[in-house]
């Protein structure tokens, strides 16, 4: 079953570690901070390896739903 996974913007640092475990999921926008390139919908192959990626953030901007 698919996943919604949402960068917060506005508590994202930039530091990549969503990138490290997830780059098929997640990359460093222009702006410099992380977003799901996938839009928000992940889909069930991935949800394990996006999950990991918000479980390890250090300021947990990304938010699962």
């Avoid at 969503?18 to 098929?24: G, K, P, Q």
């Avoid at 926008?29 to 928000?40: F, K, W």
């Amino acid at each position: 079953m698919s996943k919604k996974f949402v960068v917060k913007k506005d508590q994202c640092i930039g530091c990549g570690a969503c990138v490290a475990i997830a780059d098929a999921v997640f990359a460093i926008g222009d702006d410099g901070l992380a977003e799901n390139v996938l839009g928000e919908e992940v889909p069930s192959d991935l949800v394990d390896m996006a999950q990991e990626a918000c479980d390890s953030c250090p300021v947990q901007a990304i938010e699962a739903e």
